[in-house]
């Protein structure tokens, strides 16, 4: 039998931080909204805000949380040292660069954010026909991969 202390009632399960700091940190570093979580996930909002208030995370949403955390903390900039422009792939184009957005499930205020550009000079640099630098572009291309390789639970 728990005893009851001024912090829980009698029968209600101690909270668990863990959960909403992992969930917390992983949105910041990603640059997800919760809705944005809930969609990528499958899981709905109100069972994720519910982790984060009590606890009880599902294991294989922790493993994924957790994976992707780990790319977007080991590559959170193009200005990285562990983003190195490799190979001799060409940089980004228009269409390229959305369809990262997709898969990461990074609006253009978010991309354009994290390079450190106005959303509109990033869209109107696109939209000539210009391509992101080689840095930028392996930079996403490594974030990409790393949403590839872990599918959503």
Do not use: C
Not at 34 to 42: I, T, Y
């Amino acid at each position: 039998m728990q005893a009851v202390t001024g912090l829980y009632k009698s029968g209600e399960e101690p909270t668990r931080p863990a959960d909403a700091v992992l969930i917390g940190t992983a949105l910041v570093w990603i640059g997800w909204p919760l809705q944005q979580l809930s969609r990528r996930s499958g899981y709905d909002r109100h069972e994720i805000t519910r982790w984060i208030r009590k606890g009880g995370m599902p294991e294989p949403f922790r493993l994924w949380l957790t994976a992707l955390r780990a790319v977007h903390i080991r590559y959170p900039s193009p200005l990285a040292t562990t983003v190195r422009p490799g190979g001799n792939r060409p940089p980004l184009g228009r269409w390229e660069v959305l369809r990262i957005q997709l898969v990461i499930g990074w609006s253009e205020r978010e991309l354009s954010g994290r390079l450190g550009e106005h959303r509109t000079a990033l869209r109107r640099r696109l939209e000539a026909g210009e391509t992101l630098d080689v840095q930028e572009s392996r930079w996403l291309e490594l974030l990409e991969d790393g949403h590839r390789i872990n599918p959503r639970p």
